[in-house]
Each structure stands twice: as C-alpha cells, then as structure tokens.
Nanobody, 123 residues
Framework: QVQLVESGGGLVQAEGSLRLSCAAS????????MAWFRQAPGKEREFVAA??????YYVDSVKGRFTISRDNAKNTLYLQMNRLKSEDTAVYYC??????????????????WGQGTQVTVSS
C-alpha cells in the first residue's frame, strides 16, 4: 500500500508556472505507475499526465506546457506546469497503481489517491 501527499499548489497569474509534488510513502514507490489528474468545479476528474515505465503521456490540452517526472530516490512525483491558463484551475490529484493494464487515463484504473492540491490561475 502507498500513501500520497500532494503539495505545491497555489494562486498564480496566467502564463505563470507552478511545480506540484507528490510525496509517497513505502519502499516500493519505484514499482508503481503514477499519474496526475485534476478536477475543476462542477466537472469530472480528468486525466492530466502519467509516467509509465519511463514513457510519459499527456492530455492534449497540456502537451508542451506540463512535464511529469519522478525521483524514485526521494519517493516523489512531480508536475511542472508552465504557461498556465485559467482553464487549468482545478484541484490536482496524484494517483498510483500497482500494475499496468487497461487505460492509463481512466481514474477507475488507479488504486491510491492523494488528498489533492488547489491550483488557481487568474487571468
């Protein structure tokens, strides 16, 4: 089992940057498939980015602006967000799953979730 704690959210102006972090407990962090999701008010939780065996995946709306990375030595997942837009405003969640299969962008495929961190982009 793994516990996830996000940090790094906040209020930023449009075109600004933020880096989110997700600290994971446990000694098997390197074996987990990790992803970021987000949920805007009144909307479904949506996939943002995933890191799967060294390959990264992004939703089209963040390609070229966001970068997912991980540091297994620090048990931490990151999301570098550049050129932020007002439509990026949401609660961002870190997610983990033990095995790979199915759809990496489906929230139902992930077993563990953090509590979320708020990102607000002002225009």
């Amino acid at each position: 089992q793994v516990q996830l704690v996000e940090s790094g959210g906040g209020l930023v102006q449009a075109e600004g940057s933020l880096r989110l972090s997700c600290a994971a407990s446990g000694r098997t962090f390197s074996t987990y498939i990790m992803a970021w999701f987000r949920q805007a008010p009144g909307k479904e939780r949506e996939f943002v980015a995933a890191w799967i065996y060294g390959v990264t995946y992004y939703v089209d709306s963040v390609k070229g602006r966001f970068t997912i990375s991980r540091d297994n030595a620090k048990n931490t997942l990151y999301l570098q967000m550049n050129r932020l837009k007002s439509e990026d405003t949401a609660v961002y969640y870190c997610a983990a799953r033990k095995t790979y299969g199915g759809n990496y962008d489906s929230k139902s495929e992930y077993d563990y979730w953090g509590q979320g961190t708020q990102v607000t982009v002002s225009s």
